[in-house]
């Protein structure tokens, strides 16, 4: 395995944050009133990338498998499913403040303790107290602790409180998974990198139940499972890898957890976790809600608390890691073409059909094609600037085949269609396109 140093490109860094603005894939949130800090929207292609992502992870997790059902939970939840989770008493970071610049740290980040990154004064920082990453408000009308609500800092402990009550109705018995795609909240102190450390973002996680005595060989499936999606959907081998943690890196209650991490061009850092568990967060909600929370099997009776096995990623941060794996820069005809690489499942359009000019002689056909390509793939249409800007513009956004609608059109009803890798070009009748494009754009 390729070490950091060799894989990360600082440089990318900044041509994707330009090309999320130029082409739409990310803004910054509030532009107009100035921006807000760690916030993002994400934009017309953007948002389409996003919600492949999203859909690969569901469509792996969930609708190819009959051993995992989903839940979507909500994202308030009252003080106590907390105080059980653990996260208002250890859900903290160390945080630091600059006496000479006053600008805040996590002490735990910093590459010297001793010396502030903004300022460059040494010894300027306070003593470290804890920080409380949760985000506290109130329901109702009046205000108080008895009335206090938090948003959830992870989507994982609304499938834990939800556990009888999904065995109960879906029929299912460990093995089995819940599995949830849901916004999260965490009051980071230094959140940065782009849309990769925010305060509002998008987890993809899941929950498998499992006997206590399957926890180990659950556990290495899914590091391996997870980690082949990765790869699965295109990502560069030599950009991805699984780490497990040392023994001194893991949560009190894991006996086992390893990072799926992408060589960012800040060096590695982690996509997604899998963690075995054990019977923490079922015992722990068991015990403060004063519920039975067990499996009981009805062949003998017996009953035990399922053991936990999670992986959980991130899914506005693994999309930022598809995008920088995709992204090239080649030279063709002395010019540099950008091109997103983008596996066909993940590419916001599928095929973008072009009419070659604005003519009205063109445009009821060019529209025929996207009305019949529309409802089944994901289609853009495009009849501004010459025809090779255009092409360009698709390659910038991942658009995997150009179907372009030319004055030939009109005699022999085909169409050209051309590839975004390889630049090839194919004549294909227009009544034989979806099954041409059904070879070429797997699900």
């Not at 992204?327 to 005809?333: D, F, L, P």
Request: hydrophobic share 35%.
């Amino acid at each position: 395995m390729a070490d950091a140093a060799h894989n990360a490109d600082p440089e990318l860094f900044d041509k994707i944050v330009n090309l999320s603005k130029r082409r739409g894939f990310v803004f910054q949130s509030a532009e107009i009133y100035g921006g807000f800090r760690s916030t993002y929207d994400y934009g017309p292609i953007g948002v389409l990338l996003l919600r492949n992502v999203k859909d690969q992870w569901w469509r792996s997790m969930v609708q190819l498998r009959n051993d995992v059902v989903g839940l979507d939970a909500s994202i308030l939840s009252p003080p106590p499913v907390w105080e059980a989770s653990g996260h208002l008493a250890n859900f903290t970071d160390p945080l630091v403040d600059c006496r000479e610049c006053n600008e805040r740290f996590r002490e735990d980040k910093l590459d010297d303790p001793d010396t502030c990154p903004n300022c460059g004064e040494k010894n300027s920082f306070t003593e470290a107290r804890s920080f409380n990453l949760m985000f506290k408000t109130h329901a109702g009308p009046v205000e108080g602790s008895g009335h206090d609500v938090y948003l959830r800092p992870e989507t994982a402990q609304g499938m834990f409180t939800n556990f009888m009550n999904v065995l109960n109705t879906s029929r299912k018995k460990p093995p089995f998974g819940i599995a949830q795609i849901g916004k999260s909240f965490r009051n980071e102190i230094t959140p940065g990198n782009f849309v990769f450390r925010t305060r509002e973002f998008e987890q993809m996680e899941m929950e498998f139940f499992v006997p206590p005595d399957e926890a180990q060989q659950w556990y290495e499936y899914w590091c391996q499972e997870r980690m082949n999606w990765y790869l699965d959907l295109g990502m560069n081998p030599e950009k991805v890898r699984l780490r497990p943690h040392d023994s001194d890196e893991l949560s009190h209650y894991s006996s086992g957890t390893s990072d799926v991490e992408f060589v960012f061009p800040w060096g590695w850092d982690e996509l997604e976790g899998i963690a075995n568990r054990g019977d923490y967060d079922l015992t722990q909600h068991a015990n403060h809600a004063s519920e039975r929370i067990e499996y009981v099997d009805s062949s003998d009776g017996s009953r035990y608390v399922p053991h936990v096995i999670e992986p959980a990623a991130g899914a506005t941060r693994t999309m930022m890691a598809f995008l920088m794996d995709a992204y090239n820069e080649e030279t063709v005809n002395d010019e540099t073409r950008t091109v997103l690489k983008l596996d066909p499942r993940l590419a916001p359009y599928k095929v973008a059909v072009l009419p070659l000019s604005k003519k009205d002689t063109l445009t009821p056909t060019a529209r025929e094609v996207f009305d019949m390509v529309a409802p089944h793939y994901m289609t853009d249409y495009d009849e501004t600037q010459a025809i090779g800007k255009r092409y360009r513009r698709q390659d910038e956004v991942g658009t995997p085949l150009c179907v372009t609608v030319d004055f030939e059109t009109i005699e022999d009803r085909a169409v050209t269609v051309r590839d975004r890798d390889t630049m090839a070009q194919d004549r294909v009748a227009i009544d034989q396109l979806l099954s041409y494009l059904a070879e070429r754009l797997p699900q």
